[in-house]
């Protein structure tokens, strides 16, 4: 009777303990190969490392993001995708935390964009503006053409977090169409949007969209919060196929928000691997 009634408490303990160490363990190095369709010749094999939910901050600090930029810049990546989640705190609070993000190496470059945590600083605007003389393209509702030496091209474009709306943030909130305005049509298409409910209200209102790189969900984090949060948006974790042609990435994040947990969800960043579609 001692025994069971010790079970349940030490189980917990033991779990706690697990879900802890799983924040602590390095995080998990995901490849995916996706299929574009009229992908030009040059762009074969390109190469997409995806960070996403980082929350720097009071619990995630200067050490462990100089070892993903680290990580990042031995992989040697084509372009660096940062969607979102990336800040917990202010640009004054966290600026020599961040500062080495200059230091992020791709041949195209890092591309960002906000989350919904971003909104929460209510220091947007002043991250935009730091991370932009940092080097990165900070995506406002806007797009990048990454173009080769023979006039070939993809856009890389980027949507504001669903947060800024619900925030009434002045300036911001997510324009899907005004992010591809001026995309070259026959380019594929990779867009970049925090949550996956704003992936699928961009599919919503744009024909052709080739690949959503999205984050937000953590995969969970902690069971059993990963049944509501599935049910709340509709590209929970992994790789979906919603369409002939598009595909949608959502990361499970680097990072966690709340207590340093993570349970039955591990922390991951991910190489995408861009093939023309046969």
């Not at 053409?145 to 997510?174: F, K, N, T």
């Not at 598009?246 to 349970?263: C, K």
């Amino acid at each position: 009777q001692k025994f069971k009634s010790n079970l349940v408490p030490v189980t917990c303990v033991l779990l706690t303990i697990w879900s802890y160490i799983n924040t602590i363990l390095p995080p998990q190095h995901t490849v995916i190969h996706i299929p574009i369709r009229n992908l030009p010749p040059q762009f074969e094999n390109f190469h997409i490392l995806h960070l996403s939910d980082i929350h720097i901050g009071p619990t995630t600090g200067k050490s462990f993001l100089d070892t993903m930029i680290r990580r990042s810049n031995e992989l040697n990546p084509d372009m660096v995708a940062l969607t979102g989640d990336l800040v917990d705190s202010t640009v004054k609070n966290l600026k020599y935390a961040t500062a080495n993000l200059k230091n992020l190496k791709s041949k195209h470059g890092t591309f960002y964009i906000t989350g919904n945590h971003e909104y929460y600083t209510s220091d947007v605007d002043n991250w935009m503006t730091y991370l932009k003389s940092l080097g990165i393209n900070v995506l406002h509702n806007t797009h990048h053409i990454i173009s080769d030496s023979w006039g070939q091209s993809i856009c890389i474009a980027g949507v504001d977090d669903r947060q800024a709306e619900l925030m009434s943030y002045p300036g911001h909130g997510p324009d899907p169409l005004a992010a591809v305005n001026h995309c070259p049509k026959e380019s594929p298409l990779i867009l970049l949007a925090h949550q996956p409910k704003t992936a699928k209200e961009v599919l919503e209102v744009i024909d052709r969209v080739d690949l959503i790189l999205s984050g937000h969900t953590h995969g969970g984090q902690i069971f059993p919060a990963h049944v509501f949060i599935w049910m709340a948006q509709p590209f929970f974790s992994g790789l979906y196929h919603p369409s002939e042609d598009t595909h949608v990435f959502t990361s499970r994040g680097l990072r966690f928000y709340g207590a340093p947990i993570r349970f039955l969800s591990y922390p991951e960043y991910t190489s995408v691997y861009l093939h023309a579609k046969p």
